[in-house]
């Protein structure tokens, strides 16, 4: 089949002898160097919080494979909306508002202080992405994979999901070909870990404060907190008055480090007491803690005869867990796991663990 011509199906109509026309391939499409921004080039995503995200090509690059795809089957608060119903926003939503509340504390310090500071595209989208990926090494259901499960099973793990982070993002840039310079990469890493045990940003001389803009290892103010706090206040129905905006625009680099007008002081203050308050009311509530329990004692069962944890070890294979996993526990035919499915459907039918709380005297 050739390409259809308008002029030489003309030409046959009146009897005239067929025009001969060469259709020309396109040429390909231009490569973008890293840090380049063009509007035409950008995807726009809406977000229900931040409005309009736009990602550049190598962002899309990332979100367009299964690794981070998986993001949206992994819920931010894990169980909680079994008590919360509204909770079921996902990592993936949440990895969109990093990058993109990353992308505007760059681009104030660039406005401010970019030749001051020496802040360049290259830095610019380095932070970008480190805020797009900073956890696309979280297990099912978020921190009980990390800090309930894994210890059950493995006692004295020191396994971390910003760790793993690392590791995962070594294993897309192979498998999917991504065009990205080794020591941008090793610098993403690098971000992602700024804040975990692990972290080597300690010993960066040049542009230290980078490193704290979506993982902040000094003080915790970083714009991580500033979409997950204003996201689960929002899905939870937690009322908040934290405007995360006045510290993006406010904020400038000072001996190195990030630092904010004193002015705004009640702002930063706001920002941990909201915190403290969806610890207190949504993270640690008694029921969300006992469904969290018995799904622990679930997989627990269920490890010994699905490898759970050595899924954990690698990751070609981490990326394959998710939140189903219950789903398929539950709707499978074995025997071994029988009772990790009598967990499940006590779960499901509310049949919930009971606090007890034990008064102890000391005379």
């Not at 080597?200 to 706090?229: C, H, M, P, Q, S």
């Amino acid at each position: 089949m050739g390409e259809y011509c308008a002029p030489a199906a003309a030409a046959v109509a009146e009897g005239e002898q067929p025009v001969a026309v060469a259709v020309l391939p396109l040429p390909p499409a231009a490569r973008y160097q890293y840090g380049d921004y063009d509007r035409c080039s950008t995807k726009q995503v809406f977000d229900n919080l931040h409005g309009n995200i736009s990602l550049d090509p190598l962002a899309r690059e990332f979100v367009d494979t299964e690794e981070f795809q998986r993001l949206r089957d992994l819920k931010q608060l894990g169980l909680t909306y079994l008590v919360f119903p509204g909770a079921v926003h996902t990592r993936f939503e949440h990895s969109l508002g990093v990058y993109r509340l990353a992308g505007e504390a760059m681009n104030n310090l660039q406005k401010y202080q970019g030749n001051e500071l020496g802040i360049d595209r290259i830095d610019v989208q380095t932070v970008k992405l480190a805020g797009l990926l900073h956890d696309i090494g979280h297990g099912p259901f978020s921190h009980l994979f990390e800090h309930e499960f894994l210890p059950r099973v493995n006692p004295g793990s020191t396994w971390s999901h910003e760790h793993m982070s690392a590791l995962l993002l070594d294993s897309i840039v192979d498998k999917h070909s991504i065009d990205i310079e080794p020591d941008y990469l090793k610098v993403i890493k690098e971000m992602i870990v700024a804040s975990s045990d692990v972290s080597t940003a300690e010993g960066v001389k040049e542009k230290r404060f980078l490193y704290d803009i979506v993982a902040n290892g000094r003080n915790g103010i970083d714009v991580d907190k500033f979409d997950y706090i204003d996201r689960d206040c929002r899905a939870c129905g937690i009322g908040s008055n934290f405007q995360h905006w006045r510290l993006l625009e406010g904020m400038r680099v000072m001996g190195d480090e990030i630092c904010y007008p004193a002015k705004d002081y009640l702002s930063i203050h706001k920002l941990f007491t909201t915190r403290a308050d969806l610890h207190r009311t949504v993270y640690t509530h008694a029921k969300v803690k006992a469904v969290e329990l018995m799904l622990v004692d679930a997989l627990v069962e269920a490890n010994e005869y699905l490898g759970i944890s050595l899924h954990a070890d690698d990751p070609e294979d981490f990326w394959k867990l998710d939140d189903t996993i219950v789903k398929s526990i539950e709707t499978a035919p074995n025997d071994e796991l029988k009772k990790a499915k009598e967990i499940i459907q006590r779960i499901r039918r509310r049949e919930l663990y009971k606090l007890l709380v034990l008064n102890l005297w000391i005379l």
